[in-house]
């Protein structure tokens, strides 16, 4: 009997989301994305998913409705696994079969069939928990309504609506709430500022005497983490932040002209920010908080700005981490014992040549993936501690179960040894940089605390920060393409395999520059195609970028010779 009403619940709420005609879902990079208004079936889709997903492994996952960094009138939805991180994507091809089942027919058989080769009892009496948030777009309403009734479409499932939050702050409750933690939005602020304080008062005194200016501005992108971020503040001391860009009536557009993505891309001054700011520190977040980028206005009469982009944010985190690891090793510390510890870096082929070297000249491992935080922190995790980050400003830092228990073993035999010994300081600093920094997914807000504390640490104003190296000049370009999937990389998406010939003409335009590196790779958040080039000098990269992009326009633009064959 469950079963017969299963499959009318499901016929019957399928019914009520049809498949917009012609449209074409993929779970990307990051999930789903589209425009806003084409969005229902899909988010309904993948409420029915995240379902099975919670049923399967009985535990909570969450689902994000967000389009990140896109512009407002585009939404998307992804699912958070039971550890906080992406959904395994071992299911993405159900994902998109599901997301494109044209019928509730093929919707029901999908699911049935689906649900035998995982062994998903569905209306066995277990029980499914979704936590459910949103960003601030105008569409996130009506689609979370879709979610909701995606989730009842299944026997068992309950959505839990956890309201307008940051990306991370949904990643964040999944994870503590499966590890029977503390998981509401008050938990996550608590537990944010403390362990920044915690950070605060390890800052060794004779640093505190030539502490760097407190006053921080962050650009908001108009999206959910300005607001979040004045909230977190009030539980704070010890800086002085400024938000603009909060997204509050009147204040502009999500995503438009501010923002991380385009403070990153477009190397210039977001709205709100001027000639005032000139030397400030200043940051800027995405529209749904999971990127960070710092920088500083360099003059009155330009918008130009230097730029401290993820990579920079990893190599300061990176520095920080291995000091407070050798402080650890020193053979002269009372209480010594060995303490090794696996330190891994991942980046990305975005990642800037310069940043790779730098890394590598402090005798650190660097290896690579391909774009997307599901790939990096899949790698990270193969380390006690994993720094990941992607340029644009998506990463965090992760520590293994057995690396943090041998820091609290340390820590409790030092605290009655050698209590405020340099030893014992260094391991309370991992601890609390475990707490503080997201351990589920990459997060504007604790990132930013983590950048602030280490600052305070390191005594650095951005200035020095930013001078740690200079980054090889850059650019990076947009081809619109007739099918942006005709473009199939290798080698974390340093090589293209197809189409064919077309990476012998990128090496062949390389080779012309000095410092030249290129590379394209199909976007999977937005229908295009995107080059990066790095070279020399700024004239050089523009002109590898744009020849390189010539060339993918003429393999696979809309009147290309090859979409004409
Ligand atoms: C998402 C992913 C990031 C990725 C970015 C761009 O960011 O989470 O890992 O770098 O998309 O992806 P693509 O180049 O494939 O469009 P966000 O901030 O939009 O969620």
Known sequence: ADEAKQRSLLLESASRFPLPSGAKFSYGTAGFRSQGSMLASTVFRAGILAALRSLTTGSTVGLMITASHNPVADNGVKIADPDGGMMTQRWEPFADALANAPYPEHLLQLVI????EENITIGGGQSAQILLGRDTRPSGEALLEAAKQGINAIIGAVAIDMGILTTPQLHWMVRSRNKGMKASEPDYFTQLSRSF??????????????????????????????????????????????????????????????????????????????????????????????????????????????????DKILALFAVFIKEQLSILNQKENELYKEFPARLGIVQTAYANGASTDYLKQLGLEVVFTPTGVKYLHKKALEYDIGIYFEANGHGTILFSENFISRLEA????????????????????????????????????????????????????????????????SRQLKVKVADRSAVVTANAETQVVKPLG?????????AKYNRGRCFIRPSGTEDIIRVYAEASTQEAADGLAHS??????????????????
């Open 548 to 565: 390189v992009a010539q060339h993918v326009d003429h393999f696979l633009g809309f009147c290309s010779p090859h979409q004409l064959a």
């Open 113 to 116: 069939q689906f649900s035998k």
């Open 197 to 310: 304080k915690c950070l605060m008062d390890l800052v060794p005194k004779e640093k505190i005497k030539d502490r760097m200016d407190t006053k921080l501005v962050v650009d908001g992108a108009n999206g959910v983490g300005g607001g979040k971020l004045e909230e977190l503040k009030k539980m704070m001391t010890g800086l002085e932040i400024y938000v603009r860009n909060s997204g509050k009536k009147g204040e502009g557009i999500l995503n438009e002209r501010c923002g991380a993505d385009y403070v990153q891309k477009e190397k210039v001054v977001p709205c709100g920010f001027g000639p005032d700011d000139v030397g400030i520190r200043c940051a800027s977040f995405d529209g749904d908080a999971d990127r960070l980028v710092y920088f500083s206005v360099l003059s009155q009469s330009s918008d130009s700005i230097d730029l401290v982009d993820g």
């Open 502 to 510: 077309l990476q012998e003409v990128i090496d062949a335009e390389t």
């Open 410 to 473: 340390v820590n409790n035999e030092l605290a009655s040894g050698s209590a405020g010994s340099e030893h014992h300081k260094a391991a309370l600093r991992l601890l609390a940089v475990s707490q503080l920094i997201n351990q589920a997914v990459g997060d504007a807000l604790s990132g930013l605390l983590l950048v602030e504390a280490v600052l305070q640490y390191m005594g650095w104003s951005i200035q020095r920060w930013s001078e740690l190296y200079s980054d090889l000049p």
